[in-house]
């Protein structure tokens, strides 16, 4: 069974940095759609990037040109480069799978089969 451990997560000050990284184990790295995710407090969880198995890429328009998702079959992972992080951008980072799809990937949270636990970042201002 898949599982999927995020790290990376930290506070930062606006315009700064980040990578996240997600390790998974338990089954076949790919090929399927895995994302990242994100949820801040009091809001509905939202799709932040996604890539398929074919290297397509989507991204949610407010992160478009500052984050990078991108993954390393070698060793198991899927990253998200962020850059001039803002304070809106302060949310709990999960990474997923969608196990049933390899081209049609979508930023849906409804069709992700395996989360992550999370890991926080926040930004301050």
């Known amino acids: 069974q898949l599982q999927l451990v995020e790290s990376g997560g930290g506070s930062v000050q606006s315009g700064g940095s980040l990578r996240l990284s997600c390790v998974a184990s338990?089954?076949?790295?790919?090929?399927?759609?895995m994302g990242w995710f994100r949820q801040a407090p009091g809001k509905e969880r939202e799709g932040v990037a996604i890539?398929?198995?074919?290297?397509?890429?989507k991204y949610a328009d407010s992160v478009t040109g500052r984050f990078t998702i991108s993954q390393n079959f070698a060793e198991t992972t899927l990253y998200l480069q962020m850059n001039s992080l803002k304070p809106e951008d302060t949310a709990m980072y999960y990474c997923?799978?969608?196990?049933?799809?390899?081209?049609?990937?979508?930023?849906?949270?409804?069709?992700?089969?395996?989360w992550g636990q999370g890991t926080q970042v926040t930004v301050s201002s």
């Open positions: 338990g089954a076949t790295f790919g090929p399927y759609c």
């Open positions: 890539i398929g198995g074919d290297g397509n890429r």
């Open positions: 997923a799978a969608d196990l049933n799809q390899i081209e049609r990937c979508t930023l849906f949270p409804g069709f992700i089969d395996v």
